[in-house]
Structures are given as structure tokens and as C-alpha cells.
Nanobody, 114 residues
Framework: QVQLVESGGGLVQPGGSLRLSCVAS???????MGWYRQAPGKERELVAT???????NYTDAVKGRFTISRDNAKITLYLQMNSLKPEDTAAYYC?????????WGQGTQVTVSS
């Protein structure tokens, strides 16, 4: 069992930035990790992934604005979010990719509003 704890969310104005963090309870150096988000009334969606060697991939909606990264020594996953838009409002979660059902954490809420 792995525990994933997300943090760093908050209320930000359109155009602002936030940096999300996800700390794991055990090493994930070998795994592809991902950030996911779920907006009210919508299904959870994949936002970005990073492989064990640092290759990244993003959903089209965030390309050029979000950056996923990892620090294997700190067992921490990051998501730098710039130029935030109201449509980025959602609860953000980290997990393995593909996600492991029992590993979902509480998430961190990101609200983009003026």
C-alpha cells in the first residue's frame, strides 16, 4: 500500500500560478507517475505524466502552461501550473500511471477565479 499526499492548491486569479506537490510514502523511482484532476460534475481526467527517466506528456488543454516533474530522492511529484484559467478549477490528484485504485489520496483543490 502506498499513501499519496497532495498539497499546494488554493484560490488564484486567472493568469496566476501554483505549484502542487505530492509526497509518496514509498519510493516510486521505477514508476510512471501522473497528475489527474476532477472538476465538479465531470469525470477524473489525466493531466500529465512523467516516466522514470523523466519523459513527460500532457493533455492538450495544459500544454505549454503546466510542467510535471519529480524528485525521486524526496519521493515527491510536482506540477507547476502557470497561466491558470477558470477551466483549470478542479481537485488535483497524483497517482501512478495507469492509476492504482487504492492509492487515490484526498487531492488538493485548485480554484481559479477573479
Amino acid at each position: 500500500q502506498v499513501q499519496l499526499v497532495e498539497s499546494g492548491g488554493g484560490l488564484v486569479q486567472p493568469g496566476g500560478s501554483l505549484r502542487l506537490s505530492c509526497v509518496a510514502s514509498r519510493s516510486f523511482w521505477f514508476a510512471t507517475m501522473g497528475w489527474y484532476r476532477q472538476a465538479p460534475g465531470k469525470e477524473r481526467e489525466l493531466v500529465a505524466t512523467v516516466t522514470s527517466i523523466g519523459s513527460t506528456n500532457y493533455t492538450d488543454a495544459v500544454k505549454g502552461r503546466f510542467t510535471i516533474s519529480r524528485d525521486n530522492a524526496k519521493i515527491t511529484l510536482y506540477l507547476q501550473m502557470n497561466s491558470l484559467k477558470p477551466e483549470d478549477t478542479a481537485a488535483y490528484y497524483c497517482n501512478y500511471h495507469p492509476p492504482v485504485k487504492n492509492y487515490w489520496g484526498q487531492g488538493t483543490q485548485v480554484t481559479v477565479s477573479s
